[in-house]
């Protein structure tokens, strides 16, 4: 297939869509971006590599970190970890309080911010120390994208720590649940500092590679998640990936994804490729306008669906 | 792949699970079915067909009839039908009224019983009558089941006109707010009458072919929708096609698939086979329990997930 | 006191509000009244009576009459009632179907539909039959009015079965949690026709004397209830009388009250007076709106406030 | 009326009942009390004072303080504090998260913790400083009860700061909807502070007097608020004075009334008395059981209900 000119007919499609969406303004230091920045990179098994944009632009991958946190998890818990998380669709925004409360402190699966904020406490209970926690993670990301160069924004970190009151009220309750082992600003803290991790398109492309080959990397061989992990992360995406918007994603583009609020989708083609694509203004449901777009068109014009 | 081999393990493996769950007692007619009967079967694309247990047995497909008849509004009414019902996981059960008044009578996707009942008031007001429409979509699944001996049972219909108070709470409230054009006892007795058809593993297996193969039947060829509907349908499938379980079946399945609460649970493998499997005792959130079990160890043996 | 000067005094502030607020518009029937009519009246316990206005303007009692079928179904049930409803504030509309079947159709208290529909439902089961039901509550209105020419509007009861699909929802959901023993519609068909009773300001103000004077009526001697059931009614009107505006009602007015979307509202001052104010206009909360202003007015004015 | 031999019928009549209810729990600190401790107190108008039981006994007055903060907020804002909260009954227990998520952040009236906490926020803007407000609120109550031996136990507020994650969350969530002005844990400490203030129910039904005198104290004259003012505050203690159980107490005693979780609650008989009775263990829905019991008594005995 042409990929080269599939991204090209892509990028010109989507051009007519730069007016519409909104930049994140919650996260104040998230509305310093250009709002016209586009980029979109696929990374095939054979270390093949195609994109279009700005591919070099480092971005906040916010949410998106929150499938390796959860990778990492399920090699330190393994099913132990649903004892504290669920695994179906929240049907209700990623910040919701009301069904958590109904829920007793239970979040319904790994991808909304309750969800990650668990998974972060157990990983922080499994390496003890914060900043071991945050580095073995980053070091994760550095594995999976073969690249040493990733770092994350202490501005954005902090500019949510100060403004992350609703993350707060979740993990404030999960705690009063006694689902949270840890205070609940320090859990965040470090919660904050995964999300500000910035990175290219080109450079997810590749960190996702290993969910559509069974759970290694195919390029270098590193070993993240066994095969049965990878499907199921897989279909936790395609369920769970994009808060109340999964289904209208699942149904439009028909693929395993996870979106952020900072603009980046990422995408599996199962034994094929994984794909990133960044735009940063958002749709009502915070996922990002021209990036859902821009992965639909690929489906439609690959047939690179799932179904 | 020796498909008939895997089945007669699942067959063997699944046997321990006799005990566990409970048949539905809701509708009372259909509390008179053999507790212990199971059948799997598998119909692929060439038209080759693998089962193993009660395989002729005929059943009352319940929800999964749903299936057919959004197909056939999507045929009627293309993506007006959206204005109506949406594409989204519901996470609550399959008849919640609450979400329903939030939402002020739109029901999240077509699978959950609110949305089957827009569905089927849509029909009828193409069709013009209950008993035309009735026709219609029985005479759809003859077609795609190439099987004319396919017929409803008149008395789990009409238990279920009788006992069906939730399903007539959640027809007048979508009244109430103008989303059902007749009166809801009328929509209710077609769509009961859907319900309680009844067909076997066999030929359920062979009416979703059409879904593994871009909206054509691969053996009539009998072209049932187009291939993005189709794809849309599977996506559908997975992500709202067990209620509140749909998470936990695309996470332990892995494939697209539609419960009914009589005890069939059908599934689709994208480019390859129709599956259906059998027995009628349910767990807790009413999908068959050794049916789902049954499919999971299906795609662990085969590797056939869509992930 | 000089009631009258009160009364135009609260006449003439009043004017100014005439513009404001909605006539009811969901009961079509209910469209047709003069939307500046006016009029409020006072039953004292010695039988003085005082009035502005159109106090011989029959209108459609509407959820007034819940105070009624309440106090038959408590002489009936006495505290057996209490099984099938609460005496808690729903904090929510008076229609509401999510907290109904939160709280597996036990209605909060009898004075939102829900409420009132079991009562209804009690009151069948008690005297058999709908008509006799029926003519048993009139006739127990007639008595606590002493007046004996009250009848209901054939024409807004049957505007209220045929579009009252809100309530069909919430008597259906409640029938399939078993807290209902007849028909859906049929329980409903008596419970519009007792909402379609018609009674002037200047009956409703002597028909809840009885709930200022411990439970019988002063002036014919008429014992409708006991004293402690008396107060229980009225501690039930200040907490629930006016759906999620009770709160508001109890701070603004002080009184124990209930309001109907016809325009009227009653109010009791204990051991003093019964209050009957009409007028058609509603606020969003579906109260009288200058109702409630005038009640308001009477109570700054009286200091008859039971605070 | 021979108030003492009521009140030690009550003291008798409730015996029974010490068997039943439990201690708070949540806050560790407060279950260091004696289970069977009991204490009635009445002060009326005219200084005359009656009791049984340990009426000396200081506890912790926890939730009765919302009355105190509330009526300083009024003085200090006036109409201004209700666009920052409302004056309905919730509906729901009185730390619900749902609720206050789906009303963006306004609590439904100031005798919820959410609302209590709204109080204290404005306070401090007011006041500047944590400590000048606690001590104003201090000082105001030591006014009302005409006692300046009243302080606060460190050790119960500090158990509740570190325990408090609920509270964490609802100020949290208030927080980002911007309905907080201060920092989450600084209010929270000065609102724990109020609520482990230590009173006897001789000084808690002297504190309450202002309210059954149109604002002032009778005795001391010390005008608190004004008479519309002190009638409000009456009416949100009936209609939301006992969280989700304040239909029930209405219902039951028929007297403005507030609860606190340590075993008080504080009633009004307008125009007569100032009560408070103690005992530490509590109903399900964490009001005192056999408080609220003498009230029941209390007021069928001398037929003093508001209604």
Request: glycine share 8%.
């Amino acid at each position: 297939m042409d990929y080269i000119k599939i991204l090209k007919e892509i990028q010109s499609e989507i051009s007519s869509l730069y007016t519409k969406g909104e930049v994140a303004s919650y996260i104040p230091a998230l509305k310093d971006v250009k709002a016209d920045d586009f980029a979109m990179s696929l990374t095939l098994m054979d270390g093949s590599y195609y994109s279009v944009g700005s591919d070099d632009l480092k971005f906040s991958i916010q949410s998106i970190s929150k499938i390796f946190s959860f990778t990492l998890a399920l090699e330190t818990y393994s099913k132990k970890i649903y004892k504290r998380l669920g695994v179906e669709p929240s049907g209700d925004p990623y910040n919701s309080l009301a069904q958590l409360e109904y829920e007793n402190g239970i979040p319904r699966n790994p991808f909304i911010n309750a969800g990650a904020i668990v998974v972060m406490d157990a990983l922080i209970s499994n390496f003890k120390d914060t900043d071991i926690t945050f580095n073995e993670i980053l070091s994760f990301i550095k594995k999976l994208s073969d690249n040493k160069n990733i770092s994350y924004d202490q501005i954005i970190a902090e500019s949510e720590i100060h403004s992350g009151y609703r993350n707060l009220a979740l993990a404030s309750l999960m705690k009063s649940f006694g689902n949270l082992s840890h205070d609940p600003r320090t859990v965040l803290e470090t919660y904050f500092k995964m999300c500000a991790i910035k990175m290219t398109t080109k450079e997810l492309s590749r960190s996702v590679l290993y969910l559509a080959n069974d759970g290694f990397d195919p390029i270098s061989g590193f070993k993240a998640t066994s095969e049965q992990r990878a499907k199921r992360i897989n279909a936790l995406m395609i369920t769970c990936g994009h808060y109340d918007a999964s289904g209208e994603f699942a149904f439009n583009v028909g693929l395993p994804g996870k979106s952020g609020v900072g603009g980046g989708i990422v995408a599996v083609v199962p034994d094929k490729m994984g794909i990133c694509v960044y735009s940063p203004k958002l749709n009502k449901q915070g996922n990002s306008l021209i990036g859902t777009k821009a992965l639909e068109l690929f489906t439609t014009k690959t047939g690179l669906s799932i179904f």
